[in-house]
């Protein structure tokens, strides 16, 4: 673990999170666009928390949240007393070959860290540095990114499927009157 200097950290899954949740006081979990693959935020903060110790607070964000988030973690740095180390852990994707890093957990987790920045915790590892960068540089674009990024299209793709299968059951339901 090389970022264990840094106030504030940024890895992916669950075995970044084992990588850099040590001495960390609050893990908080970067997922967008849940629904995709075969983990969640859910799933994640589940084993993020057995993993770590019970005093860890572990939060789940997204970039409409990551100022709520950055507020619960400097009320926890004045109730320590001290530095709050946070530990900012991009959900991604777990897809059938794999685990697959995501764009829009990469751009809330960015959101978190500037929103942490905002507050005066900027003590930051290059990765979380890298993050906050590409969330101000693409704040503007996240909708379109969002929706054309693979998680996105993949969520579209499973929302057209339903539809399909909507209509098929509607079709099924049909029946003529017998005459």
């Given at each position: 673990?090389?970022?264990?200097?840094?106030?504030?950290?940024?890895?992916?899954?669950?075995?970044?999170?084992?990588?850099?949740?040590?001495?960390?006081?609050?893990?908080?979990?970067?997922?967008?666009?849940?629904?995709?693959?075969?983990?969640?935020?859910?799933?994640?903060?589940?084993?993020?928390?057995?993993?770590?110790?019970?005093?860890?607070?572990?939060?789940?964000?997204?970039?409409?949240?990551?100022?709520?988030?950055?507020?619960?973690?400097?009320?926890?740095?004045?109730?320590?007393?001290?530095?709050?180390?946070?530990?900012?852990?991009?959900?991604?994707?777990?897809?059938?070959?794999?685990?697959?890093?995501?764009?829009?957990?990469?751009l809330a987790a960015?959101?978190?860290?500037?929103?942490?920045?905002?507050?005066?915790?900027?003590?930051?590892?290059?990765?979380?540095?890298?993050?906050?960068?590409?969330?101000?540089?693409?704040?503007?674009?996240?909708?379109?990114?969002?929706?054309?990024?693979?998680?996105?299209?993949?969520?579209?793709?499973?929302?057209?499927?339903?539809?399909?299968?909507?209509?098929?059951?509607?079709?099924?339901?049909?029946?003529?009157?017998?005459?």
């Amino acid at each position: 673990m090389h970022q264990e200097r840094y106030q504030v950290r940024f890895e992916w899954g669950e075995a970044g999170a084992r990588r850099i949740a040590e001495g960390a006081h609050v893990v908080v979990v970067a997922d967008e666009l849940d629904g995709h693959g075969s983990a969640s935020a859910a799933l994640l903060a589940a084993a993020v928390t057995d993993a770590c110790p019970p005093n860890v607070a572990v939060l789940c964000a997204t970039e409409t949240s990551a100022q709520d988030a950055a507020a619960h973690v400097l009320a926890l740095q004045e109730q320590l007393g001290d530095r709050a180390v946070v530990a900012v852990v991009g959900a991604g994707s777990i897809d059938d070959d794999g685990f697959r890093t995501a764009v829009e957990d990469h751009l809330a987790a960015g959101a978190v860290v500037d929103a942490l920045a905002a507050v005066g915790i900027d003590f930051s590892s290059p990765e979380a540095a890298a993050a906050c960068a590409a969330w101000q540089g693409l704040r503007r674009a996240t909708a379109h990114l969002l929706t054309a990024s693979t998680s996105g299209q993949e969520l579209a793709d499973a929302r057209d499927q339903r539809r399909e299968h909507a209509a098929a059951v509607a079709t099924l339901r049909e029946f003529t009157s017998r005459g």
